[in-house]
């Protein structure tokens, strides 16, 4: 088998302007409060960008009565550095606790360079993603927090 047609890699930006990048594929870096925090998960789950896929589940009973929700979508940079370049963006809908409502926070993002035009990657880009952050630590939690939950891909 050759070498693959595309490389991930870390993003350039950080994942809140990724995140804002896949929610917005206008180019806004803003965000509409009624889609990031819900006392009902499947009004934020309806406002994810079209390409979205629930990718993993995490659960922590220490944490939080309920399980954390990942999902990854896409959008294309405006400023390629290679011929084609597609941003990912990982994404949770976590309950909080402390004020009794579901959130959508960004989590992680990567970069897919390639030299032709790709199919969507999510799936392999998740799972780039889930290993890092699961190695590394993330926006979302410290590497011991994922030692001390269940993690379940669902891809």
């Known amino acids: 088998m050759g070498e693959e047609a595309y490389q991930i890699t870390d993003y350039v930006h950080d994942e809140v302007v990724a995140f804002c990048g896949a929610m917005n594929p206008k180019g806004k870096l803003e965000h509409i409060e009624d889609e990031m925090y819900s ?4 009004k934020l789950e ?3 960008p ?3 896929i629930t990718v993993a589940t995490f659960f922590y009973q220490k944490y939080s009565p309920k399980k954390a929700y990942f999902y990854v ?3 294309t940079e405006p400023h390629w550095e290679a011929n084609h370049q597609e941003v990912y963006s990982l994404f949770a809908i976590w309950w909080d606790k402390e004020w009794s409502h579901w959130q959508k926070a960004p989590e992680y993002c990567c970069s897919v360079i390639s030299e032709q035009p790709q199919p969507p990657l999510h799936k392999e880009t998740a799972n780039w993603m889930l290993k890092r952050m699961t190695t590394k ?3 979302f939690a410290d590497v011991d927090y994922f030692m001390n939950g269940k993690l379940e891909l669902l891809i």
Not at 39 to 42: A, G
Request: aromatic fraction near 12%; avoid cysteine; proline fraction near 0%.
């Open 39 to 42: 006392t009902d998960r499947y």
């Open 73 to 75: 979508a896409a959008f």
């Open 50 to 52: 079209e390409d979205t």
């Open 46 to 48: 309806s406002n994810n």
């Open 137 to 139: 630590g993330s926006a």
